[in-house]
């Protein structure tokens, strides 16, 4: 149902404002952002190549006239907002935006666009939503055998509810923050050895997890389930997500309830919001399921994205390193599963919240998600291109992520997400 009423720009479509053919935001993608910048309130924002565009300026100057969007939508914090106009009419917006930006209107458009056209380096990009709740996954098959081979043992890597349901916890949206925000290493308690009583102290295993996530666009009565085959029109779009973890303080504290101090200070987001829409043309099916699904799980149509995903780290004062090369189609449970799981005891979703999937791991070593499984524990440290080795995350270490989508016409990226750790307060 969604692949027929999605909007489908022409791969053959181009722009008149100039980008290169692997830059992250060609006009098929026009994702959605929120900037700010002195002396003007936060406005509503897309892009194409290095230059954001301005879409309350756009509208008030009578340039962008899509229906049932008014200035008030545009003029935000958050895009809360105009998510909640719904599928519709940010679909038109998208194609509206599409037609001023695109080569053969250059003539008509292009002196009344310029004044609301800006330089990406010259803005500063704000938190793209204000997420009333945010709900983190447990969805790669890799990931969660590899914690539980560490943990446990190869044969019970997996616990038995595993790949019967994804796994899930609520936590903390207040402290999801933009790239570029400063990480504080955290504090909590810690049992540094077996049968010892715990210490306070800092974290001295701090992580970094590789997710993407969705925003919620759509929400539902509680009492109402979201079923799998319209779970995606629930979902306006993705972007990147760094669930910051604390390991030690995670292993001390998890059991029997699950993460808390190690995983709710700070978790990143890539500013964009890049629209379901500029993705389906990427969608791939997801690996086999190992055991028969319950009826409200099963799907019979592709529910994977093929976007890659990369992660660097860069000392203080020092060159990146590429630590990790994973993608998003490695997911056993897709988003519409997670979504469908969810919602199934009649859960209520809101307008802006954010569901991410968990750590996302590949099949080889170069695409483990975390340091926890890159360097193996601690045993395996990873050696940066300076010559200094990791274990985990130091002071002063900044983790870069960045995701896209390519084929043989164009790519859709969401940017990056980037943060640096800073010393504990």
């Given at each position: 149902?969604?692949?027929?009423?999605?909007?489908?720009?022409?791969?053959?479509?181009?722009?008149?404002?100039?980008?290169?053919?692997?830059?992250?935001?060609?006009?098929?993608?026009?994702?959605?952002?929120?900037?700010?910048?002195?002396?003007?309130?936060?406005?509503?924002?897309?892009?194409?190549?290095?230059?954001?565009?301005?879409?309350?300026?756009?509208?008030?100057?009578?340039?962008?006239?899509?229906?049932?969007?008014?200035?008030?939508?545009?003029?935000?914090?958050?895009?809360?907002?105009?998510?909640?106009?719904?599928?519709?009419?940010?679909?038109?917006?998208?194609?509206?935006?599409?037609?001023?930006?695109r080569r053969e209107n250059e003539s008509t458009y292009r002196s009344g666009c310029m004044p609301h056209l800006s330089e990406l380096n010259s803005v500063t990009m704000c938190l793209?939503?204000?997420?009333?709740?945010?709900?983190d996954f447990y969805s790669s098959r890799e990931h969660a055998y590899n914690v539980g081979v560490m943990f446990r043992d190869p044969l019970n890597a997996l616990l038995p509810n595993?790949?019967?349901?994804?796994?899930?916890?609520?936590?903390?949206?207040?402290?999801?923050?933009?790239?570029?925000?400063?990480?504080?290493?955290?504090?909590?308690?810690?049992?540094?050895?077996?049968?010892?009583?715990?210490?306070?102290?800092?974290?001295?295993?701090?992580?970094?997890?590789?997710?993407?996530?969705?925003?919620?666009?759509?929400?539902?009565?509680?009492?109402?389930?979201?079923?799998?085959?319209?779970?995606?029109?629930?979902?306006?779009?993705?972007?990147?997500?760094?669930?910051?973890?604390?390991?030690?303080?995670?292993?001390?504290?998890?059991?029997?309830?699950?993460?808390?101090?190690?995983?709710?200070?700070?978790?990143?987001?890539?500013?964009?919001?890049?629209?379901?829409?500029?993705?389906?043309?990427?969608?791939?099916?997801?690996?086999?399921?190992?055991?028969?699904?319950?009826?409200?799980?099963?799907?019979?149509?592709?529910?994977?994205?093929?976007?890659?995903?990369?992660?660097?780290?860069?000392?203080?004062?020092?060159?990146?390193?590429?630590?990790?090369?994973?993608?998003?189609?490695?997911?056993?449970?897709?988003?519409?599963?997670?979504?469908?799981?969810?919602?199934?005891?009649?859960?209520?979703?809101?307008?802006?919240?954010?569901?991410?999937?968990?750590?996302?791991?590949?099949?080889?070593?170069?695409?483990?998600?975390?340091?926890?499984?890159?360097?193996?524990?601690?045993?395996?440290?990873?050696?940066?291109?300076?010559?200094?080795?990791?274990?985990?995350?130091?002071?002063?270490?900044?983790?870069?992520?960045?995701?896209?989508?390519?084929?043989?016409?164009?790519?859709?990226?969401?940017?990056?997400?980037?943060g640096t750790v800073i010393a504990a307060q």
């Amino acid at each position: 149902m969604l692949m027929q009423q999605a909007l489908l720009l022409p791969p053959d479509l181009k722009s008149w404002i100039s980008y290169s053919d692997d830059c992250d935001f060609p006009i098929q993608n026009l994702p959605l952002g929120i900037y700010s910048k002195s002396g003007q309130s936060p406005r509503a924002c897309s892009i194409i190549g290095n230059t954001l565009i301005d879409l309350f300026g756009l509208y008030k100057a009578g340039i962008l006239k899509t229906a049932h969007l008014g200035l008030e939508d545009l003029e935000q914090e958050t895009l809360n907002r105009l998510l909640a106009k719904g599928k519709s009419t940010l679909r038109n917006l998208r194609k509206d935006l599409s037609e001023i930006l695109r080569r053969e209107n250059e003539s008509t458009y292009r002196s009344g666009c310029m004044p609301h056209l800006s330089e990406l380096n010259s803005v500063t990009m704000c938190l793209p939503v204000k997420p009333p709740n945010y709900t983190d996954f447990y969805s790669s098959r890799e990931h969660a055998y590899n914690v539980g081979v560490m943990f446990r043992d190869p044969l019970n890597a997996l616990l038995p509810n595993w790949l019967h349901l994804p796994v899930g916890y609520h936590g903390r949206a207040s402290s999801i923050v933009v790239s570029g925000t400063p990480v504080v290493r955290p504090k909590g308690q810690m049992q540094l050895k077996d049968g010892e009583a715990p210490e306070f102290g800092t974290s001295r295993q701090l992580d970094f997890e590789l997710e993407m996530a969705f925003v919620i666009g759509k929400s539902n009565q509680l009492g109402h389930p979201i079923s799998i085959k319209d779970a995606e029109d629930h979902i306006h779009g993705l972007l990147i997500f760094n669930d910051w973890s604390a390991r030690d303080l995670q292993k001390w504290e998890y059991v029997p309830l699950g993460p808390f101090l190690g995983k709710n200070f700070a978790s990143s987001i890539s500013p964009w919001v890049v629209d379901l829409d500029a993705l389906q043309v990427f969608k791939v099916s997801g690996p086999s399921p190992e055991k028969p699904l319950l009826e409200y799980l099963k799907s019979d149509k592709p529910s994977n994205y093929n976007i890659q995903l990369e992660v660097s780290i860069t000392p203080e004062n020092g060159e990146a390193t590429i630590v990790s090369q994973s993608n998003m189609k490695y997911l056993y449970w897709s988003m519409a599963q997670q979504l469908a799981h969810h919602t199934v005891n009649g859960c209520n979703m809101e307008i802006g919240d954010i569901c991410a999937s968990g750590t996302i791991s590949g099949p080889t070593p170069d695409s483990f998600g975390s340091m926890l499984e890159l360097a193996w524990k601690g045993t395996k440290p990873i050696r940066l291109n300076d010559g200094s080795t990791r274990t985990f995350i130091q002071d002063g270490d900044s983790v870069t992520m960045h995701a896209y989508a390519q084929n043989e016409h164009y790519r859709i990226g969401f940017g990056q997400v980037n943060g640096t750790v800073i010393a504990a307060q």
